[in-house]
């Protein structure tokens, strides 16, 4: 089993930035993606962004390149999202996922584990 902890979630203004963290535990050796989803009030939960564990391939969703970047730091089993230039959309609950199959998906049934979440809210 693998554990995800999101945290870094917030309030801030339009313009504003947020770095998103998920720290995973348990058996991380058998994760190859992680990725960033997010769900907003009555909307399908939606790929933002992922990162394979070499670090050298990611895949963002249209809505966020440019704005996002997602990074990780194996030392620490942590995965992080610096957003930049947030926007009222971009308010949603954020999760973290981890995915054990070798390439990038962007469909949540693709994933194995997941986080609880952490809400964040950009204020116009």
């Known amino acids: 089993q693998v554990q995800l902890v999101e945290s870094g979630g917030g309030l801030v203004q339009a313009g504003g930035s947020l770095r998103l963290s998920c720290a995973a535990s348990?058996?991380?050796?058998?994760?190859?993606?992680m990725g960033w989803f997010r769900q907003a009030p009555g909307k399908e939960r939606e790929f933002v962004a992922a990162?394979?564990?070499?670090?050298?391939?990611?895949d963002y969703a249209d809505s966020v390149k440019g704005r996002f970047t997602i990074s990780r730091d194996n030392a620490k089993n942590t995965v992080y999202l610096q957003m930049n230039s947030l926007k009222p959309e971009d308010t949603a609950v954020y999760y973290c996922a981890a995915d054990r199959t070798i390439l990038i998906h962007t469909t949540t049934l693709a994933y194995d584990y997941w986080g609880q979440g952490t809400q964040v809210t950009v204020s116009s």
């Open positions: 348990g058996r991380t050796f058998s994760i190859y993606v």
């Open positions: 990162i394979h564990w070499n670090g050298r391939n990611t």
